[in-house]
């Protein structure tokens, strides 16, 4: 395991500088694979989107979040995703293309509820803090997203998020993509 700080990883979203972010991928990739490792994972959704950068010069095999969340996805028959996060992930292309592949869209919340959610998993999540107040903000998106977009589910796009939000609390089946990666991770291991 190696992770360079947040801080780093966010300075380099806050410029727009996936070049950046993926050097910093690239860094612990080398740094991991001088450890042993056989592949590679990044519990960080938003950060995938310089993986494509990342794949060709990495010098081990990634597993991709997005796409691990798309084949259960599709494997349980959704078709509408809803997708949380931080704004930098959900207004990427890294689901919406995962998801693509398997026939699914992929639908993002308001450009004010992006901003909100953003600032819970920023300002509260990553620090600990979980207010009731922001339980019930993310479950009102949710929700919104089942009503007047017509999701089958939704996805958890964020380490943080499953912290408040989980299958008892959302008004849609939901995709931790953490713990689906995880899952994926432990069975590739197993297999090798």
Not at 79 to 91: D, I, K, P, S
Not at 135 to 150: C, P, Y
Request: hydrophobic share 45%; proline share 6%.
């Amino acid at each position: 395991m190696h992770t360079h700080p947040l801080a780093a990883y966010v300075d380099c979203l806050d410029r727009g500088d996936l070049a950046g972010v993926g050097e910093l991928m690239l860094s612990s990739a080398a740094k991991l694979q001088a450890a042993g490792a056989d592949f590679l994972i990044c519990p960080d959704n938003t950060i995938h989107q310089a993986m494509d950068r990342v794949r060709p010069r990495s010098p081990l095999p990634w597993l991709h979040i997005a796409e691990v969340v798309a084949e259960e996805a599709s494997a349980r028959g959704f078709r509408r995703v809803g997708l949380t996060g931080t704004r930098w992930l959900v207004e990427s292309d890294v689901y919406p293309t995962a998801v693509r592949r398997y026939g699914i869209a992929c639908v993002i919340p308001q450009p004010h509820e992006r901003e909100q959610l953003g600032t819970i998993i920023i300002s509260e999540l990553v620090n600990g803090i979980f207010e009731p107040a922001s339980v019930a903000r993310f479950q009102t998106v949710i929700s919104r997203l089942k009503d007047e977009e017509s999701c089958d589910a939704v996805v958890l796009g964020c380490t943080e998020i499953p912290l408040i939000i989980h299958d008892g609390n959302a008004s849609l089946p939901t995709l931790d993509s953490t713990r689906l990666l995880a899952r994926a991770a432990l069975a590739r291991a197993v297999a090798s």
